[in-house]
Structures are given as structure tokens and as C-alpha cells.
């Protein structure tokens, strides 16, 4: 007489488990002998032709991305772009013009110890351009972006960076140039000359648009430093007054890192405060 294999505990538990439901014994049982015979069938294994029809009927396997492909798919990479279409054209074609004409007029100038017009220009090109970010419109503007899973002020920021990119691009186009043509002008210290300024300048403009959401009186106020720095700084003028209104800190070589800094600084709280002018224009909207 042959003797029955030991029960299996997960079969006992299914057992259990359908009497307690109310089977009967006999489809408890003969439901547990079908889940055992189930268990114990051979695995099958696909043939590979079927496996190909299959993968064929599902469509053709997408190739691996490429490095270019990966780099065009780069979220912030993506997000310039998209914000490149948003920004005036005239910022563009303004920004353009006015450097170039910056550059063919320190070509034309006779070299000597005054100022070079490019360095003069490329601060307040940039300083006009990010002033003309934000204001009432954009405000409103970035409210109704603000339903996208994008901050409005990645927005912001975005658009901060692709306009101040142009212009420094330019600026150092130029004075590439300008170090080609001219054996009397270094590269490094002409760009040294306007990029520090340029960058504070551009950083005080952002921030004072945001809070003052006035682009002209953003770029106004910026201009009126640079050049009362300019006028100041190339007239003589003695005393206390001198010291104050020439501002000697937006050219002085040992005060750059001060200017970065501030600049960033003018920056970040600008992104800040656009942050809390969304959430203040969001609650009026509420209630």
C-alpha cells in the first residue's frame, strides 16, 4: 500500500480558508488538489520565433539615447529654451545693436588713458535688458504659468539667465575683437573692466524691478550710478564730495569679488520677493 505524501501547509491553509467561507469538504478538497496540480506543472518556456512575433507585434525597440539626444532632454536645458520665445525680440535686436556699435566705436577711437566705450556700454546694455524682465504684466503673466508644474520663479530666473548670457556673450565677442585688431588692448583686462560692473549693475536692475515693478525706474536708477561713477571719476573733483559721488568701488580691481557678490546677493532677493508677490497676488485673486 503506497503511502500519501505529507499534506503541504499552504494547501492545509487553503482548506481552512474555503470551509471557513462555507464550501463544503468535498470542493474544499477538490479545489486544494487543483491549486496542488497547478503548482506542479512544468514551467514553459516560450519558443524564441514566438517570442520575436511578440516583441514585432509590439513595436520596434527605441534605440539608446544618444549624448546630444541626452543633452537636448536636460530639464534646464529644455526650460531656456522654451523661455527664449517668451522674451521680447526687441531685447535681442537692441542688445545687439548697441554692443556692435560699442565695439566699431573703440576701434575708431584713438588708444590713450581714457575709458574704452565698449567697457562703458556693456553695463548698461545688460542693466536695460534684465530691467525689462519683470514689471505689473510679467507679474500677471507668471501668475498664470504659475498652474504649471514650474516655479515662477525658475520662470524668472530662467529668462534672468538667458538675457544676461546674451549680453555677456557679446560684450566678450567684442572684446575678442577688439584684442585681435588693437595690439594696445589686452583681452583680460578689458573684460575684467566691464564684467564686474556689468554683473552688479544687472543684479541691482533685476532686484529693483521686482520690488518697484517700474522697468524705467529699475534701469534708471542703475544708470544714474554707473554714470555718475563715469562723470565723477574722469573730473577732478576734491574732497568729501568726490569720494561719495564718483563711487570708485564699481572699477576698482580689488573690489570685484564685493560686486559678484552683491550681485547674487540682489539676485536671490529678488527671486524671493517674487516669490511673495505670487502668493500675495494668489490670495487677493482668493478672496
Excluded at 562723470?231 to 569720494?243: P, Y
Aim: aromatic residues 8%; contains cysteine.
Amino acid at each position: 500500500m503506497m503511502s500519501q505524501s505529507p499534506p503541504e501547509p499552504d494547501l492545509e491553509r487553503l482548506r481552512r480558508a474555503l470551509l471557513d467561507n462555507g464550501e463544503s469538504a468535498e470542493e474544499a478538497e477538490s479545489l486544494a488538489q487543483l491549486a496542488r496540480f497547478l503548482r506542479h506543472l512544468p514551467a514553459v518556456a516560450a519558443p524564441p520565433a514566438l517570442a520575436l512575433r511578440v516583441q514585432q507585434r509590439m513595436g520596434p525597440v527605441a534605440p539608446p539615447l544618444s549624448r546630444w539626444d541626452r543633452l537636448r532632454e536636460w530639464p534646464p536645458l529644455v526650460l531656456l529654451l522654451s523661455q527664449r520665445r517668451v522674451i521680447q525680440r526687441d531685447i535681442w535686436i537692441a542688445s545687439a545693436l548697441v554692443l556692435l556699435l560699442g565695439t566699431l566705436v573703440t576701434l575708431s577711437v584713438p588708444s590713450g588713458p581714457g575709458v574704452i566705450p565698449l567697457a562703458v556700454i556693456a553695463p548698461i546694455v545688460a542693466a536695460v535688458g534684465v530691467a525689462l524682465l519683470y514689471d505689473d504684466d510679467v507679474a500677471r503673466m507668471l501668475e498664470l504659468e504659475g498652474s504649471t508644474p514650474t516655479s515662477p520663479r525658475l520662470i524668472l530666473l530662467a529668462r534672468l539667465t538667458l538675457v544676461f548670457g546674451f549680453d555677456l556673450m557679446l560684450a566678450l565677442g567684442g572684446s575678442i575683437v577688439l584684442a585681435l585688431v588693437r595690439a594696445d588692448i589686452s583681452l583680460m583686462p578689458l573684460v575684467l573692466s566691464w564684467l564686474a560692473p556689468m554683473t552688479f549693475l544687472s543684479g541691482l536692475a533685476f532686484f529693483l524691478s521686482v520690488m518697484l515693478r517700474e522697468t524705467a525706474a529699475a534701469y534708471g536708477l542703475s544708470l544714474l550710478l554707473w554714470m555718475m561713477h563715469l562723470l565723477f571719476r574722469t573730473n577732478a573733483i576734491d574732497g568729501f564730495l568726490q569720494a561719495w559721488l564718483s563711487l570708485p568701488g564699481l572699477s576698482a580691481p580689488e573690489n570685484r569679488i564685493v560686486l559678484f557678490v552683491s550681485a547674487v546677493v540682489c539676485v536671490t532677493a529678488a527671486l524671493w520677493w517674487a516669490g511673495q508677490d505670487e502668493k500675495r497676488m494668489s490670495y487677493d485673486a482668493t478672496y
